[in-house]
């Protein structure tokens, strides 16, 4: 099959939800829809270890777990689709935001009872950022939920989207009678495996009451609601929204099938002077993701790369933008739910899993010419800077390999200042200073305290050489460099950064880096 064709038949998404609406249960149906597992209640240990913090910890160190979730693969109707898994903790946002990427669109999970909910919110707005256009699973309408306008009527104002329900229900909870499909003019009956029947035979089987209710509603629904429009969906104004249960396997299929023929395949990507599309020779990705220690006896790292364009063929040389340094790409990796395999060949959209010794660093582009480089891909400020205190002293050398391995994997910052010998780490969320803490324990046999810094927040920067020359002169005692040797400013307080700044204009301070 040509390049093009390959392309275009990858579905790479993610699913964005908050906690608890039902993510886990739904990934687990769309893997047995794609034939990717073959019982239900594999992929559940995670959502039951992310509610309860030391099981997510235990499991998080089992690395192997993690690994094959973060993302995988599987077809369905002639489409590929790598699903990429999103963590659900609020304090793993950086890692999220991150992971979202590299994906080229979105399914939205919303508890039936709730509505919009905080991370379900802040996760939509990467996705806006991005034009990630979004599918929405409206879920657990097997229990007790709200008016369906009501949901509807929430995401319109709320999100600022225009909402397309693809079907209908009726009644909800003890009452769910299944699904009226609002363009092909049948109804799927609630747990009959989702049986569809005609809209005339369903007129039999619905009490008078239900039907009269879904004739109203179905005319309320078609003069005042969206209809489906494909290219109102690509440009992530609209999103076509099902009425399901998870749990109960129902609407699960419709809403793959929607995404089979419907969510964008890759997108083009921008670099630095062109814009990069699928079908393009050469063969480019970059990398959002990478884990250390998988195999803690290995010190072995994965970088996790998203193919952007060409075909992509096993043991073939990339070069890394910046450093150009040639990788010869020997035992790249393929995830499935259950498995890693060595691929021979891939594509874009696909997610392949490259072993190095560290040399990959997130935000790297990799391309044939070394000459591509992706933008976009930004650090995330770390919003909390703690100074690390080891219980034995002798270990200094030790740690600082430990910590600047650890930020490699781009979820931890870590800052060095130039005055003194502490260590600083900045982190998104404090659960991650939990994990920092037991990670230096179990991997590196390292204790730690981490202990309030001085610092109050960082910032990266930038200027002509003189009037850094001069900055450094007068903030010596704030200066750090981060893991790539980049000057970053600690300041104590918010104050002390405005302060800072009025007196050097022509320093830049920056909340972020991308890398370059
Ligand atoms: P998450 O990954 O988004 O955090 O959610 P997860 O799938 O783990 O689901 C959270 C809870 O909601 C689980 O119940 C799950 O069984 C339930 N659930 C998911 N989808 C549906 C659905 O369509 N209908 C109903 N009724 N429940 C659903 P739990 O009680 O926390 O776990 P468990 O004890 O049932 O295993």
Redesign the pocket.
């Known amino acids: 099959m040509t390049l093009a064709h390959e392309a275009q038949r990858r579905r790479t998404f993610a699913i964005i939800?908050?906690?608890?609406?039902?993510?886990?249960?739904?990934t687990e149906h769309l893997l047995l829809l794609g034939g990717a597992i073959h019982e239900a209640g594999r992929v559940?240990a995670?959502?039951?270890a992310?509610?309860a913090r030391s099981d997510w910890m235990k499991i998080e160190q089992e690395r192997g777990i993690s690994v094959t979730s973060a993302v995988m693969t599987f077809e369905f109707h002639d489409a590929i689709f790598n699903l990429l898994d999103t963590p659900?903790h609020e304090d793993f946002s950086e890692d999220t935001y991150r992971t979202l990427t590299a994906a080229d669109s979105a399914v939205m999970?919303i508890d039936a009872a709730k509505g919009i909910e905080a991370q379900t919110r802040k996760l939509f707005e990467v996705c806006r950022l991005r034009d990630i256009p979004i599918m929405t699973f409206v879920?657990?309408?097997?229990?007790e939920a709200r008016d369906p306008f009501e949901i509807v009527d929430e995401i319109a104002d709320q999100l600022q989207l225009d909402v397309a329900p693809m079907s209908w229900p009726v009644g909800q909870g003890l009452n769910f009678r299944g699904v009226y499909d609002l363009y092909k003019d049948e109804f799927s009956v609630f747990g009959k495996d989702g049986e569809r029947i005609s809209s005339a035979e369903m007129v039999a089987r619905l009490r008078p009451e239900e039907k009269d209710k879904l004739d109203e509603d179905v005319e309320l629904v078609k003069a005042g609601l969206s209809h489906f429009d494909a290219a109102s969906y690509r440009e992530g104004h609209l999103t076509p929204l099902f009425f399901?249960?998870?749990?109960?396997n129902f609407s699960v299929r419709d809403l793959l099938a929607h995404l089979a023929e419907h969510a964008p395949p890759p997108r083009a990507q921008s670099a630095k002077e062109k814009v990069v599309h699928p079908a393009d020779e050469e063969v480019s990705g970059f990398v959002f993701k990478v884990q250390a220690n998988m195999d803690p006896n290995h010190r072995d790292r994965v970088a996790f790369v998203r193919l952007a364009s060409g075909r992509f063929r096993r043991n073939m040389k990339l070069t890394q933008s910046g450093t150009a340094k040639t990788i010869g790409v020997h035992n790249p990796i393929l995830f499935f739910a259950q498995s890693r395999e060595t691929v021979d060949e891939a594509y874009p959209g696909d997610i392949i899993g490259i072993p190095n010794h560290g040399v990959l660093r997130v935000g790297d582009t990799l391309s044939e010419s070394g000459k591509l480089v992706f933008t976009g891909i930004p650090n995330f400020a770390p919003e909390i800077l703690r100074r690390v205190r080891l219980s034995d002293p002798m270990k200094q050398k030790h740690l600082a390999r430990a910590l600047t391995s650890l930020a490699e994997e781009g979820v931890t910052q870590v800052f060095k200042p130039q005055i003194g010998s502490y260590w600083i780490v900045g982190v998104v969320g404090p659960l991650q200073l939990d994990v920092l803490k037991s990670r230096l324990r179990a991997e590196y046999g390292l204790d730690v305290e981490l202990e309030q810094a001085p610092y109050d927040t960082a910032r990266w920067i930038s200027g002509s050489d003189a009037d850094i020359e001069k900055f450094l002169d007068g903030n010596r005692g704030g200066m750090a460099a981060d893991r790539d040797g980049a000057p970053v400013f600690l300041a104590k307080s918010a104050w002390e950064l405005g302060y800072v700044a009025d007196k050097n204009p022509g320093i830049k301070f920056a909340k972020t880096r991308e890398r370059a």
């Open positions: 939800s908050h906690p608890d609406a039902g993510k886990t249960t739904l559940k995670r959502g039951e992310r509610r659900g999970v879920n657990k309408m097997d229990r399901g249960s998870a749990l109960k």
